[in-house]
């Protein structure tokens, strides 16, 4: 988020899952949080407002399989070519619904 600023709609405040860690970097097209589920970790892309400011068609809200390519003390994760969509969506409504239900 630091890397595309607060004035970057995400249509959900952060503050209510802790659990997400912002991943975000300047060269993204958007802004990215991840989150480990278990022993797996999981990145959420967060996706202009407008689908007219995507660099890529697709749903607003993705959430991928990641992996770690650091440690636990300095995670690196990130979202390979063999990353699976596990949840997608348009709409921050059916985001927080989602967030609402991870266990972790």
Request: charge should be negative; include cysteine.
């Amino acid at each position: 988020m630091q890397a595309f600023g607060s004035e970057f709609n995400l249509g959900f405040n952060p503050h209510d899952y802790p659990f997400l860690i912002d991943n975000s970097y300047g060269n993204d097209t958007c802004v990215s949080f991840y989150f480990q589920q278990g022993n797996q970790y999981k990145i959420l892309w967060v996706d202009h407002e407008m689908p007219d400011d995507r660099e890529e068609n697709g749903a607003r809200y993705i959430i991928e399989s990641a992996t770690n390519e650091g440690t636990d003390e300095a995670p690196e994760i990130y979202a390979g070519s063999d990353a699976i969509i596990i949840f997608e969506c348009e709409t921050s409504e059916h985001l927080i619904a989602h967030l609402n239900q991870i266990p972790l």
